[in-house]
Every structure is written in C-alpha cells, then in structure tokens.
C-alpha cells in the first residue's frame, strides 16, 4: 500500500480507524467478484486492490456515512471505585 495515497486518503476520511475500515470493506468488495467489484476509477494499471480503494476515496468516488445515534461513537463510563 502506497504511504503516499494514505496520506492523502486520510486528509479525505479524517479518522484512521474509519479509513482502515473503508478501505478493508472496499478490498472486499473489489476481490469478491459480485456486486460492487469493478474499480471507480479508470487506470488501474500496476495497482494492489487496496491502492484502488485508497485512489477512489481521493478522487471523490466513494465516501463514508457515520450513523447519528451510533452507541458505539458513545464515551463508555469508567467503571472505578466508589467514594
């Protein structure tokens, strides 16, 4: 994977981890060979599947939704002595 279009991809996404998870999904999408498994882009000569994905997020081909109401994005109480 290209550190240079990492870079880039995550100036695009903002937040690492959702990048990872972006372009993990994207990966399998693209080796599946279902629906969803061409690339986005045109030349994708001498590219590894994960250089595609990282391509298609800087040019504006695919983004990413967070769901409002997510528990997940929620802060988790620290469970700690009582006083």
């Given at each position: 994977m290209n550190?240079?279009?990492c870079r880039k991809a995550l100036e695009k996404i903002?937040?690492?981890n959702i990048l990872v998870n972006?372009?993990?999904k994207r990966v399998r999408q693209l080796?599946?060979?279902g629906t969803g498994s061409r690339p986005l882009?045109?030349?994708t000569t001498r590219l590894g599947t994960a250089?595609?994905?990282l391509l298609e997020i800087i040019e504006g081909k695919m983004?990413?939704?967070l769901a409002e109401d997510?528990?997940?994005l929620e802060p988790v109480r620290k469970k700690g002595k009582r006083s």
């Open positions: 550190s240079e279009l903002g937040n690492p972006v372009i993990s080796t599946s060979g882009i045109a030349d250089d595609v994905a983004a990413h939704e997510n528990p997940l």
